[in-house]
């Protein structure tokens, strides 16, 4: 099936010069020229400080950061006030744990996770059940690798307080059925989390349509810069939620006797925020509006399609995952380990990555230590899959 007629941006990408096929966008997308653009602006000659200037720099940074919040907020479907800047999704699961979960859960509290999570929304959890005495239940796969929400129908109690799962799984490219698991979560009055870094790059997000609880994401994986992303938390649940770290910007007043803090989502930004990066986050946003989260989510499902049928058409691989994967294909040599693959693929110029992903659970579910990892952009084509298809072939050659 032919895809070149969708999207190929290449020439948008600098990092992307020469000949290179770059299919780790999973792990970080590659930057477009006006994304670069709009942080060297910021970083020059617009630069100032945000939220304490009397000076006119100031102010209109200040205007600018909030308006990087308001698009990025509109991006997800949400409101401006519950949007917090963080340094990446890992600080923004870190926050609810902290803040909500510290507040919330009590010994013998249920937190129900599942097999396939990154490391970054299985370890906060096992830190807050170290500290409030609560405990994680593991929701299993189905065969197809999918989150197995009938199994966490079964698996959920009046106990669960939180239920935080991934909304597109960063190994194996399958999507949760978000809005049934805010359902099963409601149900028995838990929250629900999603952990959106994979989705919010790959398919249109709704928080309101999702009726999730927090979604947490980062901009570096959404073509923006690294050292910022987003937690999206409902309204009421995040005017809520006690600070998070304390410092300047996040108080109303000070003494040494009490300090007041002031209101959501700026009590949880304290210190001198990532100006700069939000400005970059903004501008991703604007980029990928542009393109259109339909054309993105049918060029990379075209790309998954063409590249699983390669993949298959060789008798010796083992392919991760649905069919229906979101710009994401894990899989496996027989006889050739993961790292001997991306080695010799990086000689032809291909960039796959090879590993655990962030993802051991699901690493030992599967039964094995690492998988390679294709995973496409808005600047993928059939040139990435004919050359990583071509660099499978001369790996055997040269293993057999
Ligand atoms: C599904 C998923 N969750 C969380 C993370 C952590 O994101 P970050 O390192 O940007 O905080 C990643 C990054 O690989 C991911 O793929």
Redesign the pocket.
């Known amino acids: 099936m032919s895809v070149t007629d969708t999207i190929s941006r290449k020439a948008e990408f600098p990092g992307l010069a020469g000949e290179w096929h770059y299919l780790d966008t999973?792990?970080t997308a590659q930057k477009p020229q006006v994304v670069i653009d709009a942080v060297t602006r910021a970083l020059g000659e617009d630069y100032a400080t945000v939220h304490r200037g009397v000076y006119a720099r100031s102010a209109e940074m200040t205007l600018a950061y909030e308006a990087a919040r308001r698009r990025v907020a509109g991006f997800i479907g949400g409101k401006p006030e519950e949007l917090v800047f963080t340094r990446?999704?890992?600080e923004a699961i870190n926050l609810v744990a902290a803040s909500w979960g510290a507040a919330n859960l009590k010994p013998s509290d249920r937190i129900l996770l599942s097999v396939l999570e990154?490391h970054?929304?299985i370890v906060p959890w096992q830190l807050l059940a170290e500290r409030t005495g609560a405990v994680i239940d593991v929701c299993p796969l189905t065969d197809d690798g999918r989150i197995d929400l009938d199994a966490a129908e079964a698996m959920l109690t009046p106990a669960h307080k939180l239920v935080a799962l991934?909304h597109v799984s960063?190994v194996l490219g399958s999507e949760l059925d978000a809005r049934r698991a805010a359902d099963l979560a409601h149900a028995v009055g838990a929250k629900l989390l999603l952990?959106g870094?994979?989705a919010v790059p790959r398919t249109r997000i709704d928080v309101a349509a999702l009726d999730c609880d927090f979604y947490a994401f980062?901009a570096?994986?959404l073509y923006g810069p690294t050292g910022i992303?987003a937690l999206w938390a409902q309204g009421e649940i995040l005017a809520a939620m006690p600070p998070f770290q304390g410092g300047g910007a996040m108080i109303d007043r000070v003494t040494f006797e009490k300090t007041t803090y002031t209101s959501a989502p700026q009590r949880f930004e304290a210190g001198t925020p990532a100006i700069t990066e939000a400005i970059g986050f903004g501008a991703a946003v604007d980029y990928v509006e542009k393109i259109g989260l339909d054309a993105l989510e049918r060029h990379e499902r075209a790309l998954v399609r063409q590249l699983r049928e390669g993949l298959r058409g060789m008798n010796d691989v083992t392919l991760y995952g649905p069919e229906d994967s979101l710009g994401i294909v894990s899989f496996a040599l027989d006889g050739i380990h993961p790292h001997d693959l991306g080695t010799i693929l990086d000689e032809e110029n291909v960039a796959i990555r090879a590993g655990h992903h962030?993802a051991q659970p699901l690493m030992d579910h599967l039964g094995i230590s690492a998988t390679a990892r294709a995973s496409f952009g808005i600047y993928s084509d059939e040139s990435d899959i004919a050359a990583l298809l071509a660099g499978i072939e001369r790996t055997r050659r040269i293993f057999r």
């Open positions: 999973a792990a990446g999704a890992t990154h970054s929304n991934a960063n952990d870094c994979q980062s570096h994986k992303g962030c």
